[in-house]
């Protein structure tokens, strides 16, 4: 008795393998298409049909749905006739396919008036052979279309007797950007291209000399700073997607090197905070790299303490420019 009630358990027990049906947030650069797809994982044994309704926001987005390499031989069906809602359905012959793959790829556009830089792609229904699947949605975002600029201290305090001021450091921040941005700082009719630098994902930095000049030199690249310390001079950020140019604002020249505290002059807690970076406790910068060396050291603390203490009056990754 007991062991036919041991062993009935053991036939009721369910599958614990479910099918997956998921659309992965994704990132769309600029203007333009980019494709997302449904993947289905763990589908049922016998994986011979499927059904799936996808919805979206009609405002935002236009969408052309096609079936995936896992349907490529399938019969395939879709309905698009109500705005913001996809059904498809799909099936083969009998096999005995475990496999997981992309259900369906959809062709994704933001439309040129959207008032959102985010659209959800909601899986509202998915049925994979009879089994009802776990669904996870997605969404796409676009980027590439605006950008800020870090609001740090704008560049001050002439290096005498050489006329050189200290470097222009510009940080351009926008999350999941993966295309270089060109910066151009001006200042009168003086401009300069800078050079932009990825440091992590949507962080660029650039460095740029600066001479004090009683005349502009365009296009040499060192900016000419012929006004006075407290006025504020302009910094163009242009996003680039192809030949379009997709975003323009301004901000203020920003940074000085060895400043790690950011409080506006070289002083000793910049040199403790060199070392975190020497040692990794924090992210490195590259406008504290002041002995113009491959990496930041322990020599960059060792050189913001001369200059504090009046040893030196330019670092060498400034000397370096004047020669």
Request: aromatic share 4%; net charge negative.
């Amino acid at each position: 008795m007991f062991i036919f009630v041991f062993l009935l358990l053991i036939a009721v027990v369910p599958s614990l393998a479910q099918p997956v049906v998921s659309i992965p947030d994704t990132v769309l650069l600029g203007t333009g298409t980019i494709i997302v797809p449904v993947r289905l994982e763990t589908p049922t044994e016998s994986f011979v049909a499927s059904e799936l309704t996808i919805e979206y926001d009609p405002s935002l987005l236009t969408i052309v749905a096609s079936k995936g390499p896992l349907l490529e031989e399938w019969l395939f069906v879709q309905n698009h006739t109500v705005s913001g809602i996809i059904r498809t359905a799909a099936a083969t012959v009998s096999n005995e396919a475990t496999v997981s793959g992309d259900l369906l790829l959809l062709a994704v556009t933001f439309l040129p008036d959207a008032t959102s830089s985010v659209a959800t792609l909601s899986i509202t229904r998915a049925i994979i052979v009879e089994t009802e699947a776990i669904t996870i949605d997605g969404s796409v975002t676009r980027i590439g279309v605006g950008a800020t600029i870090a609001a740090n201290p704008f560049i001050q305090g002439l290096n005498e007797p050489s006329g050189w001021r200290d470097t222009v450091y510009v940080e351009v921040i926008e999350p999941g950007l993966t295309i270089q941005p060109i910066v151009v700082v001006s200042v009168g009719a003086d401009a300069e291209v800078v050079p932009m630098m990825a440091i992590a994902n949507g962080r660029f930095v650039g460095m740029l000399p600066t001479v004090y000049s009683a005349s502009a030199q365009p296009n040499n690249g060192v900016l000419q700073v012929s006004i006075a310390p407290d006025q504020t001079q302009t910094i163009h950020i242009r996003r680039m997607v192809g030949d379009e140019i997709a975003q323009q604002t301004t901000s203020t020249l920003i940074g000085l090197f060895g400043d790690a505290s950011q409080n506006g002059k070289v002083d000793v807690i910049d040199a403790s905070l060199v070392l975190d970076m020497a040692v990794g406790k924090t992210p490195k910068l590259p406008q504290h790299n002041v002995d113009d060396g491959a990496d930041i050291s322990s020599n960059d603390a060792t050189l913001i303490l001369q200059k504090v203490i009046g040893i030196i009056d330019l670092f060498p990754v400034q000397s370096s420019w004047v020669e």
